[in-house]
């Protein structure tokens, strides 16, 4: 019998923030990268997914500064672009010191 870890191989519940009238835009998003339940609210949408959803932005960022070459997997690549291109996360970066105002998308 195999185990499960709440959160690693079954989903939690997670909530994006988005301005309001946007949160049809965001669950659309969502949908389309395959994230499960997802609910828009007030400002905001549900949805479920795993530590490792919350996580792979994070961790496809991290690959350039230990010398991973993503080129192999152009899925992960376009994904990557994809949210590094969306002006939320692209101002959480600039917050964070992770890029600077002028920067390029990080791709």
């Known amino acids: 019998m195999r185990a499960t870890l709440p959160g690693v191989t079954t989903p939690f519940d997670f909530f994006a923030t988005c301005p309001p009238g946007t949160e049809r835009v965001l669950g659309d ?3 389309a990268l395959g994230v499960q339940r997802v609910r828009p609210a007030r400002a905001g949408v549900a949805f479920a997914g795993t ?3 919350a996580y792979l932005f994070t ?4 690959t ?5 070459d993503l080129a192999r997997w152009p899925v992960l690549t376009a994904y990557k672009a994809r949210v ?3 002006p939320k ?3 959480a970066m600039i917050a964070e010191g992770l890029i ?4 390029p998308i990080a791709a």
């Open 29 to 31: 998003e969502l949908r």
């Open 51 to 53: 530590v490792a959803d």
């Open 59 to 62: 961790m496809l960022i991290w």
């Open 64 to 68: 350039k500064h230990v010398g991973i």
């Open 84 to 86: 590094a291109a969306r």
């Open 89 to 91: 996360v692209r101002e």
């Open 100 to 103: 600077k105002q002028n920067d």
